[in-house]
């Protein structure tokens, strides 16, 4: 594997994107919150920053509340079509403010009114009640720009390990380890 690990993500990543796998830019994040219970759901991976994955967030999600209370996350991509998978570990925090918007403004405009209309993960009587709220806040802005809500957020997780898993045909699958240390990246080939 040539180049640093986040580069070489960044290339399958791609490659996932061109062989027309499904949903390539999506990745499991996992985050446990004070109480020491973990949690995972699907997020977006929205693009490489540097050495850094960044993804969008509502700032009042439970996802959010983990993070704050310990920034430690896992992430996985896999793409069954391609046999291949990437774990990443390392720490996550909230961006600035102006990274969010920007975020923000590259969303179909579907989903920048649904960010307005649903405080996502709370409960809620109806659908029904979403979908007037959206309707009516479609019409309230016409063709003008959504705003980003104050409480959207972007987030950057910052690998201290990533792992790199190909799969092979004898089962003898291929394993790159790397994990940070002060001089780079150390790399490891592990047993399938």
Known sequence: MGGGPVEQLGRWLAEAR??????PMAMTLATV?????????VVSLKR???????????LWTRK????????????????PSLGRQVRVEGRAEIAERALAEELFAERPRGHQLQA??????????????????????????????????????AARLSPDRIEFWQEGEDRLHSRWLFEASAGGWRQSLLAP
Request: with cysteine; hydrophobic share 40%; aromatic share 8%.
């Open 18 to 23: 061109d062989a027309g796998a499904d949903a």
């Open 48 to 58: 490489i920053d540097g050495d850094r994955l960044v993804f969008t967030t509502a």
């Open 64 to 79: 959010v509340e983990e993070l704050r209370a310990n920034p430690c996350v896992a992430a996985t991509f896999f793409w």
């Open 33 to 41: 919150g004070a109480a020491a219970q973990p949690s995972a759901r």
């Open 116 to 153: 307005h209309v649903s405080r996502q993960g709370e409960e809620i009587e109806s659908l029904d009640q979403l979908r007037d709220r959206f309707e009516a806040l479609r019409t309230e802005l016409g063709e003008g720009p959504v705003p980003c809500p104050e409480d959207w957020g």
